[in-house]
């Protein structure tokens, strides 16, 4: 049972353009959204987080939008430059004492110059 | 160091050997997890240690894996009998009280 759904696997978006990146999750439990970015040959990195009681949080050009009755959230990424080339997991965190994040399968960024 | 370290960083055996990954994690960060990471699969988590409780081992696909955390800081995964299904990049992350999660690098196991 895949418990965070991620989409596109792959996405490929021209300089200045938006890149976005979708998120599902089916367990109601979870408490805690974070973003990781991954470069190649380096363990990934917390982008940005969200908490279910916030529609949405942007950190300069990355915005993450929630929606708590679809059980969905994304990722905007503004004016996407060849640098932000990586690998975007989203991440759910189990609710409680329960710390154990449940990852999407990523999506592989490709932002043309 | 001031980030989560990891070895070797690459690891390559012959189907059947065992082999063992270490894992520095941030000094005073409490909770330490393996996650394994496989082409195009995402980080599946294997094992979670947190201060002096009892492992979470749900993760582990099976009785050929095992962990331990030594003092509460260096843990080490090892893997018996090696199978190619095990090739994959293993990935620690370590997490102090209600903090953020910090990965390491990743060992890439290669099993021939």
């Known amino acids: 049972q895949q418990q965070v759904k991620q989409s596109p696997q792959s996405l490929i978006v021209q300089k200045g353009g938006i890149s976005i990146i979708n998120c599902a999750y089916e367990?109601?439990?979870?408490?805690?959204f974070p973003w990781y970015q991954q470069f190649p040959g380096k363990g990934p990195a917390l982008l940005i987080a969200?908490?279910?009681?916030?529609s949405e949080k942007k950190e300069g050009r990355f915005t993450i939008s929630f929606n708590k009755s679809a059980k969905q959230f994304s990722l905007h990424i503004m004016d996407s430059q060849p640098g932000d080339s990586a690998t975007y997991f989203c991440?759910?965190?189990?609710?409680?004492?329960?710390?154990?994040?449940?990852f999407g399968k990523g999506t592989l960024l490709t932002v043309n110059p | 160091g001031a980030g989560v370290s990891q070895s070797p960083s690459n690891k390559v055996t012959e189907k059947g050997k065992d082999v063992e990954l270490r894992c520095d994690p941030i000094?005073?960060?409490?909770?330490l997890y393996w996650y394994r990471q496989s082409l195009g699969q995402g980080l599946e988590f294997l094992i979670y240690?947190?201060?002096?409780?009892?492992?979470?081992k749900s993760g582990l696909p099976s009785d050929r894996f095992s962990a331990e955390r030594t003092g509460g800081s260096v843990s080490t995964l090892t893997i018996q009998r090696t199978q190619q299904e095990d090739s994959a990049v293993y990935l620690c992350?370590?997490?102090?009280?209600?903090?953020?999660?910090?990965f390491g690098p990743g060992t890439r196991l290669t099993v021939l």
């Open positions: 992350a370590s997490r102090p009280i209600a903090g953020v999660f910090t």
């Open positions: 367990n109601t439990a979870f408490d805690y």
């Open positions: 969200i908490r279910p009681d916030v």
């Open positions: 991440a759910a965190r189990g609710g409680g004492s329960n710390y154990k994040l449940t």
């Open positions: 000094s005073g960060h409490t909770a």
């Open positions: 240690f947190q201060g002096n409780s009892a492992p979470d």
